[in-house]
């Protein structure tokens, strides 16, 4: 059974700071999303991971993966209030195929002034 | 605009009476899915579709009903609600299709607040 793990579950910090949230997942899969979701959202896609080593960017947050480790990270950098919010990561469960999304618990971000 | 519409956006209903959510895409998309959000529980896939007519469960299937009988709907159906199924509800929909050379991945609706008393 696939199992998507992220870690931390909540982090808080100040705004300026560095930080990387963790994504581990236990079976191989060749696609690996992260969403950000805002209090009673919907969940907006922020990345698409297809391949090993692929790195994606897009502002202040950076995305990884590696398919070997199962491991993806995403990686906040000079935090900033607006990106405070929930972030999930998220497994395609059918290897090849799309259709069942497999989710981390989430992480949810709070930056301090 | 390229979306995912889902309505109601909210629901309030008691036990017992049949409802439906419905589910709407414009962009051609063969899968599509419903999943639900529980504080604690995180987001987990009830039913999804992988074309017209074929559908199969999730993880929590219990209580409800889907039917895929264009490729644009997915309607979630509650035969006899109860409060347990008061949740968030989200439907999304994808392609393994590549569009001008790019994978998009899953496009999700605005979400269903439902509330069961």
């Known amino acids: 059974e696939l199992k998507v793990e992220q870690n931390p579950l909540f982090l808080s910090m100040q705004e300026g700071k560095n930080y990387t949230i963790y994504c581990n997942y236990s079976?191989?899969?060749?696609?690996l999303y992260w969403y950000r979701q805002d209090p009673g959202k919907s969940l907006e896609s922020l990345f698409v991971l297809l391949s090993n080593g692929a790195v994606k960017q897009e502002g202040r947050l950076m995305a990884s993966l590696d398919t070997k480790a199962r491991l993806s990270t995403l990686h906040i950098t000079a935090a900033v209030h607006d990106l405070s919010a929930t972030y999930f990561c998220?497994?395609?469960?059918?290897?090849?195929?799309?259709?069942?999304?497999?989710f981390g618990q989430g992480t949810t971000l709070q930056v301090k002034p | 605009e390229a979306q995912v519409t889902q309505n109601p956006r909210y629901l309030i209903t008691v036990t017992g009476k049949k409802l439906t959510v419905t589910c709407s895409q414009n962009m051609n998309h063969e899968y599509m899915s419903w999943y639900r959000q529980d504080p604690g529980l995180g987001l987990r896939q009830i039913y999804y579709?992988?074309?017209?007519?074929?559908?199969d469960k999730g993880d929590v299937p219990e209580g409800y009903k889907v039917s895929r009988k264009e490729k644009r709907n997915f309607p979630l159906i509650l035969e006899s609600p109860s409060p347990n199924q008061t949740s968030l509800y989200f439907c999304?929909?994808?392609?393994?299709?590549?569009?001008?050379?790019?994978?998009?991945?899953?496009?999700f609706g605005s979400g269903t607040r439902l509330t069961v008393v």
């Open positions: 579709s992988m074309n017209v007519e074929v559908t």
């Open positions: 079976t191989t899969s060749d696609r």
């Open positions: 998220a497994v395609d469960g059918r290897s090849g195929n799309t259709g069942k999304l497999i």
């Open positions: 999304a929909s994808s392609s393994r299709l590549l569009v001008q050379g790019r994978f998009y991945g899953y496009t």
